[in-house]
């Protein structure tokens, strides 16, 4: 009913940028806080920023100054520029976003199949 399809994600040197996206479509009422996740094999999956519907943005302590999160909402989309990445970086990364579907209904998080960055040294 909610579908999430993040792109952006690809094979990069250490030092440079990326710039992921992600669209949310199908039955949408509203919807509240979105941000991005990633995760390595054999790792948890982590938050690395968020952002509430007026845009305040939270980071991960190990991207502040590297990242940037930001969103539109009339295109349902958010974005995270990753500037001076590390092989560390190395993941698969995933955007998620609580959604409504109707006025009277309940919030639900909605996943992202992942888009991948590999950071090489």
């Known amino acids: 009913q909610v579908q999430l399809v993040e792109s952006g994600g690809g094979l990069v040197q250490a030092g440079e940028s990326l710039r992921l996206s992600c669209a949310a479509s199908g039955n949408i009422f509203s919807i509240n806080d979105m941000g991005w996740y990633r995760q390595a094999p054999g790792k948890q999956r982590e938050l690395v920023a968020g952002?509430?519907?007026?845009?305040?943005?939270k980071y991960a302590e190990f991207v502040k100054g590297r990242f940037t999160i930001s969103r539109d909402n009339a295109k349902k989309m958010v974005y995270l520029q990753m500037n001076s990445l590390k092989p560390e970086d190395t993941a698969a990364y995933y955007c998620?976003?609580?959604?409504?579907?109707?006025?009277?209904?309940?919030?639900?998080?909605?996943w992202g199949q992942g888009t991948q960055v590999t950071v090489s040294s």
């Open positions: 952002t509430t519907s007026g845009g305040m943005a």
């Open positions: 998620n976003a609580e959604v409504r579907s109707t006025r009277w209904g309940l919030m639900h998080d909605y």
